[in-house]
């Protein structure tokens, strides 16, 4: 079973930018959908971005569309968020996801599958602020 360390959080004036990284351990990423989830407090944890290791399809929040870039390096173990522009409301724990990906699942549309009680494997928050 892959085991998920996720990397990268800080502290950025609004503007800015940080790569969040979230790599695999015991195994890869091969079939697998990786998401990034946040929670700020007070606030359900949602949905990011997810990417299809099989596919290289991806999915967005409106809220970070056109401003995060979710990939995958050629190994297949590490999957990267790219933030850029950077806004105060970014300000959340940052939590990297994997679940096998079923053929459903390949043929389905990713905002079918953003519930976080289908990802089997987190890695531990890595926090994200974002000063005015």
């Known amino acids: 079973e892959v085991q998920l360390q996720a990397s990268g959080g800080g502290l950025v004036q609004a503007g800015g930018s940080l790569r969040l990284s979230c790599a695999a351990s015991r195994s890869t990423f091969v079939n697998h959908r990786v998401a990034w989830f946040r929670q700020a407090p007070g606030k359900e944890r949602e949905a990011v971005s997810s990417?299809?290791?099989?596919?290289?399809?991806?999915y967005y929040a409106d809220s970070v569309k056109g401003r995060f870039t979710i990939s995958s390096d050629d190994a297949k173990t590490t999957v990267y968020l790219q933030m850029n522009e950077l806004k105060p409301e970014d300000t959340a724990v940052y939590y990297c996801a994997a679940a096998l990906e079923t053929l459903e699942w390949r043929i389905t549309p990713h905002e079918v599958h953003l519930n976080p009680t289908e990802y089997s494997n987190w890695g531990q928050g890595t926090q994200v602020t974002v000063s005015s």
């Open positions: 990417i299809s290791i099989w596919g290289h399809t991806t």
